[in-house]
């Protein structure tokens, strides 16, 4: 498939040099699209820097973590007047950051105080409506001091005082097209996005038993493990224990799939790479083990197409940018790699690992959410009402919305208002016959100003 129009549009944006937020729904192409604008950026000749807040995120769309890309320490940032001095960031014409919904407020702070300094394009793509930043209660203590509040409850990057001033320009994709097959699904997904629990009525008929080739999606890796480890147990054939290795460094918080990995024939498996050779399987493509051969690699029955499949180990490398001064470009040198087979235990995932997925068959357990789009990055992963398993009933206390995230959105979509030179030059007379009496400002006078000094 093509690029659709406002998809193209966002590409075109890109090449112009625009600061950016890409924002949609879940399934709308964001990825898809952020890798169409790294490729024509880099044939564009531009220096391209891509990151993501996680070490998994960044290893999914060829990266690296913002820590290590700004030189960040695992400290919190909020500090903002300190520069990054990292070759790569001085060098790169554009800065672009995947996820952004999960980059914390102190972190972005720390990006938007360098690239404003340092007058680089940025490209920002991610739906605030999932996955918060995570802030573990030291991090909570320690923000809470640094932006003088009394207890910070959440640290999201558009908070950070560098997100309005570095004025992006803000593209959404409306298309669902991970659900382009089922209009009603993707309709009531968009209404939960932002909280809506009209589609609870609608997503309630989707409760059902658990369909046994379905991948199961649930709330704390706890749940998961179980749900894994139980079913390997419950086979009866050998098992087998493949072990990870490393070359050079690799963190551990990074390996994409587990280092000493149990498996059995007849185990349920996720593939965790694209095929390398044709276009067999890729990223997320799950099926069943069929059986292991000599050299290390594994058999495995595709779910869907019923193929069978040889997946064998794969390389994964950690890589870090430097910048090469003759050719005055930025190269990508691999720090190390880890090589294991792309595999893991699919009978169950969390929410946290499926966000970004697609999957076409899919049980949903919501029974132990707890935050923001936690409901939404679960039920949004699947492309059809009849692949989606609703194991309980949901409630409208389980469709959590952050408040700040909705009057962000609500504020993204109010119309641009233009204004006259005769506007200006009134609204210019009322601020100086106000600025003795400013408790005589209107609340619409008090709108005006803020528009005209945004515009
Ligand atoms: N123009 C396109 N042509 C073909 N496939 C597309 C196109 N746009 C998106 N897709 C496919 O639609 C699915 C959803 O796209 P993608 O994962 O990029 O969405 P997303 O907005 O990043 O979703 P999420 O918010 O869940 O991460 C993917 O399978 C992707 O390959
Ligand atoms: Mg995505």
Known sequence: MELT?????????????????????AGTGKSYTLNKIVNELKDAGKKVVITAPTGVAAINVHGVTINKAFGLGIKPSPNSHIISTQTVIREADVIIVDEISMVRRDRFDYIGNTVNRLNKQLIVVGDFAQLPPIITPKDKEVLSKAYKVSEL?????????????LNFKPYQLTESI?????????????????????????????VSDEDETAITICATNKEADNINNKQLESLDTEEVTINGRVIGTFKENNYPVPTELKLKVGADVVICVNDPKSDKYQNGSRGKIVSFNDRGGVIVELYGDGNHVLIEPYEWEDIEYVYDEITDSIEEITKGSYIQLPLKLGWAVTIHKSQGQTYENV??????????????????????????????????????VDNKVINFYKGLSQPIVEHTEEDISALKNKIENCLTEFDTLTEETLHKIVQLVKG
């Not at 382009?180 to 009209?198: C, F, H, Q, S, Y």
């Open 178 to 206: 991970r659900q382009n097959n089922d209009a009603t699904l993707a309709e009531n997904l968009n209404k939960i996005r932002l909280g809506d629990t009209n589609a609870l009525p609608y997503l309630n008929t989707l």
């Open 363 to 400: 049980n949903v357990s919501l029974q132990r959410i707890w935050e923001s789009g936690q409901a939404y990055v679960a039920l949004s992963r699947a492309t059809t009402a009849k692949g989606l398993h609703l194991l309980n009933s949901i409630n409208a206390s389980q469709i959590i």
């Open 153 to 165: 409850k959440t640290a999201y990057a558009f908070e950070s005082v560098q997100w309005e001033r």
């Open 5 to 25: 129009k406002e998809q193209q549009e966002v590409v075109d944006a890109a090449l112009r040099g625009e600061n950016i937020y890409l924002y949609g729904g």
